[in-house]
């Protein structure tokens, strides 16, 4: 039998042992490290469901709540690796590793939950005169320095440095500076 990689080598460890199962999912949509970066935790759930309520003929496979879990860990390993563009190898995916991404998956998690309910309270008002620039000017500020970014960076130093950069006086310079600013 030839040594198992890529994938394959991954679906092993995890406990999908045999040829099949392997295959099946790979069918399915996993068979690529980049299918898993187009996957999040809901989907993989809804996998394990979908395998489990097949017939035997139609290919049912039960992952179970440890195979599932470690489906997932799969996943986050993958996306961490893309997020911090380090090569992915087969040979580098262990249990370890699988659930050292579990733990930064739910760290990220609970910190996005936590940002959410500082920024919606950051948020400022909406003004309408330019008078009341100076005091939207710093709750601007302070809101960005709330949010996150598509990879769960902070707006603060790419924001705040272009309002400090360009010396923003008003709403209307600030859409200026912004709209220059897009790619």
Not at 10 to 27: A, E, K, W
Not at 72 to 82: E, L, Q, V
Not at 129 to 151: D, H, M, R, T
Request: with cysteine; net charge positive; proline share 2%.
């Amino acid at each position: 039998m030839a040594a198992l990689n890529g994938v394959n080598y991954c679906l092993n460890l995890m406990g999908f042992i045999t040829h099949n199962n392997r295959h099946r999912i790979r069918d399915d949509g996993l068979s690529t490290y980049e299918d898993f970066c187009n996957v999040t935790d809901r989907d993989i759930s809804e996998m394990s469901e979908a395998f489990a309520k097949r017939t035997n003929a139609e290919g049912k496979i039960v992952f179970g709540h440890g195979r599932t879990k470690k489906l997932k860990g799969f996943m986050h390993w993958i996306h961490d690796k893309y997020r911090c563009n380090d090569p992915i190898n087969h040979i580098d995916f262990t249990l370890e590793a699988m659930n050292e991404s579990l733990d930064h998956a739910a760290a990220r998690l609970a910190e996005k939950e936590q940002i959410e309910t500082v920024s919606k309270a950051a948020k400022p008002e909406k003004f309408s005169k330019e008078s009341q620039w100076p005091s939207f000017y710093l709750a601007f500020k302070n809101y960005l320095s709330s949010i996150l970014g598509v990879f769960d960076v902070r707006y603060t130093t790419s924001y705040v440095r272009l309002i400090h950069l360009y010396q923003v006086k008003s709403i209307r310079h600030l859409m200026t500076v912004l709209l220059q600013e897009l790619p």
